[in-house]
Structures are given as C-alpha cells and as structure tokens.
C-alpha cells in the first residue's frame, strides 16, 4: 500500500507500540482539525493503516518512525559538518570586549592571516582594536603581505563607525 509524505509524517508523528495505540492517537485528533486538507490526509492515513494486519502494521510503523528519525539525526549531523568547514572562528578581541572602550581606541579591523607571522597562523581571522599606531602597524603588515584587512571601523568612546563600501555603477 503506497502512502503520501504527508500521511508518513503524520504517521511519524503518532506512532506508538501498538497499532490500536497508533490509530487511537490518531483518530483523537480528528475532530479538532480546522484544516480540511490535514483532515482529509490523517483520515487516509487512518483507512490505509486499517487496512494493514497488526504484526506487519506495527513493523511499518516502527519503521516509518526510525526512518524520520534517522533523516532528522542525519540532517542535524550535515549541518553541524557544514558549520565547521565553513570559516573559521573570529578570534582576537570581543566584539563587545573592554578594549573598545580604552581612551585610546581609534579603530577596529578584522583580519585574515595571509602567511604565518606574529599575528598568527594563515587562514586565521581576527578582531581587533587598535589605537592610532597599532593601526599603523597593521597597515604596514598589510603592505609586507602578512594579512589582509577585512573590514576597518572608526572607534570613537566605544561606538562604532565602520567604513562605508564604494557602490559599483550598474550599466
């Protein structure tokens, strides 16, 4: 017997030990459905698992329930993998950390590491506040090729001014 997706979801969410158990949460809920069309799907759902012998009706559902869970773990699991090869942690300063607020904080500047050097290694990116001079310094480690500024803000008593981009002309 063939099922929709939307009566397996239905199906996953309702399953229990037993047939009977299954088809009693189910048809609880009938009545309180607004949605036509939900209703409709949860009735099919009802006919159709009727229809199925009770050792053979609790197998399918048992599988249908780990199937939705494995998708689910599975899904979890790829996104976090996709996460950690995305790029990699801002280290450095805090956005919001004391530093901002020293007297002398003229700027702030995120960075990639170009080649490993004082900063850091290459690939590494970080944030950083810096007075006048430190930001002199990083434009001079900018030009030697050691890293390469992401972004740079105007720091004035703890407030932020980042630099606005240049917009390209459309044609």
């Keep these: 017997m063939k099922f929709s997706k939307s009566e397996l979801d239905i199906i996953y969410q309702y399953a229990a030990p037993t047939k009977e158990e299954t088809l009693a949460g189910m048809k609880e809920i009938v009545p309180v459905i607004?949605?036509?069309l939900t209703k409709a799907i949860v009735e099919n759902a009802i006919r159709k698992l009727e229809k199925i012998p009770e050792p053979e009706c609790s197998q399918f559902v048992a599988a249908t329930k780990a199937r939705f869970l494995a998708e689910r773990d599975n899904s979890i699991r790829q996104r976090l993998a996709a996460a950690k090869l995305q790029e990699p942690i801002m280290q450095g300063h805090d956005l919001s950390g004391k530093e901002r607020f020293h007297p002398e904080t003229r700027h702030m500047i995120t960075l990639e590491?170009?080649?490993?050097c004082f900063v850091g290694f290459k690939g590494e990116r970080f944030r950083f506040y810096l007075s006048d001079e430190g930001y002199r310094n990083a434009k001079h480690s900018e030009q030697e090729g050691e890293i390469?500024?992401?972004?740079?803000?105007?720091?004035v008593a703890g407030k932020l001014y980042?630099?606005?981009?240049?917009?390209?002309?459309?044609?």
């Design 148 to 155: 390469k500024i992401k972004s740079h803000a105007a720091v």
């Design 162 to 171: 980042p630099d606005k981009k240049p917009r390209q002309r459309e044609r």
């Design 113 to 116: 590491v170009q080649k490993d």
């Design 34 to 36: 607004k949605d036509i």
